[in-house]
């Protein structure tokens, strides 16, 4: 069977051969892979920098963010059906039985750190013709996803660290309680990046009434700037305004989205959040590098203005559930601007530039087959 992967020994992006996958419990399905998009994260995997195979692999499978439709089910298999649309998540919880979030399924919270990640950390991914995995680990999508699902995976991220902010925030009156209006109502947000992550989160704010801003490189009009505007989002380039003037212009900042990976621009941006603001990072730069910054600042603006800064990684299934909703609700909304964050959909033999070459475009996907 076809398959893109990693060989580390040999320092080799390639396509391997992988035997095909078999049901070997009653509660797995096998699906047949549709679409795998490729982000950063796989990216840096071909550098080599971290990616680990299996125990008993060479290789490592890539491919985390994946779209399949069901060709087989075992016996005790209750919810999902032959034929539908599937979306499979990342972390496999770890087998501590004293880990408390793995035994209770969150092992995005694992506290051991010895989950594995599919197509991540020692565990085969996505980029496959065929793979097997247990009922549980999979969320079903309803057909008019099928060109967009394979979205859900990078939108997760946005989904999880926003339910973390809805849950610290209850610390106090924060959120809009009117009934009839979104949570985010009167609330400021700014989204750092304007990759397929800020995008996606600047997305979520704007549906839960965030007057929402994206932060970023590119001096605008450019491709990312015009997605984002209409949406009813405001752009604004780093190119011509700096932290302090972003600031003056949104307001209070109540919380920001980190989706850009550089610590530099995060803390900068940080030095403004507003009174009671909350500041979420997403993003994993390289370790190398040092960065200096004016702590005093930061640490009297943190405990005087009652802030929260916290980092969020990876999802659980209600986050996963959730962005299903909302690709669902973003394809009602703003189908084009949905449309044009998918840039093009390769066939499998274009992997080697798509994953170790020169990149442009917002999501690059993989179409495994029609
Ligand atoms: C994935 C997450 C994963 C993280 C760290 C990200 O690209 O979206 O699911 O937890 O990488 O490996
Ligand atoms: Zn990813």
Redesign the pocket.
Same mark, same amino acid.
């Given at each position: 069977m076809r398959a893109v992967g990693i060989v580390p020994r040999q320092r080799h992006v390639a396509e391997v051969r992988h035997e095909h996958p078999e049901i070997v419990s009653p509660t797995q399905i096998k699906v047949r892979t549709l679409d795998v998009? #490729?982000?950063?994260?796989?990216r840096e995997i071909c550098t080599f920098v971290y990616g680990e195979p299996p125990a008993n692999s060479e290789y490592l499978i890539l491919g985390? @963010?994946a779209l399949g439709i069901v060709v087989d089910v075992a016996a005790e298999v209750t919810q999902i059906k032959i034929g539908d649309l599937v979306v499979p998540s990342?972390r496999r919880p770890c087998a501590d039985p004293n880990c408390r979030p793995c035994r209770m399924d969150r092992q995005d919270f694992c506290a051991t750190w010895k989950f594995n990640e599919r197509g991540i950390h020692q565990h085969h991914g996505f980029m496959t013709e065929f793979f097997v995995d247990d009922e549980k680990n999979f969320i079903f999508v309803p057909p008019e996803l099928r060109y967009r699902a394979v979205l859900a @995976? =990078?939108l997760t #991220?946005a989904e999880k660290g926003l339910s973390q902010v809805w849950s610290i925030q209850s610390r106090l009156p924060w959120a809009c309680d009117q009934p009839g209006k979104p949570k985010g109502d009167g609330l400021r947000a700014v989204v750092i990046g304007a990759g =397929?992550?800020g995008i996606l989160g600047a997305m979520v704010c704007v549906l839960n009434g965030f007057d929402t801003y994206v932060y970023s490189r590119s001096p605008k009009p450019n491709e990312k700037s015009e997605i984002i505007e209409s949406f009813g989002a405001t752009y604004v380039s780093t190119a011509d305004t700096s932290p302090a003037e972003l600031a003056d212009r949104v307001g209070s900042i109540d919380l920001v989205y980190e989706a850009v990976g550089v610590s530099k621009t995060s803390f900068e941006v940080m030095m403004h959040l507003g009174i009671n603001g909350i500041f979420v990072f997403t993003g994993i730069p390289a370790p190398e590098g040092n960065l200096s910054l004016a702590g005093n600042q930061l640490m009297r603006n943190i405990v005087l203005k009652n802030q929260v800064i916290v980092g969020t990684v990876n999802a659980d299934k209600a986050s996963f559930c959730d962005a299903i909703r909302d690709l669902g609700e973003f394809h009602r909304r703003w189908p084009q601007a949905l449309e044009r964050i998918i840039s093009a959909r390769y066939p499998v033999e274009k992997f080697q530039e798509l994953l170790t070459g020169k990149m442009t475009g917002i999501k690059n996907v993989i179409a495994f087959s029609e």
């Open positions: 998009g #490729i982000c950063g994260t796989d985390h @963010e990342v @995976e =990078p #991220i =397929p992550i």
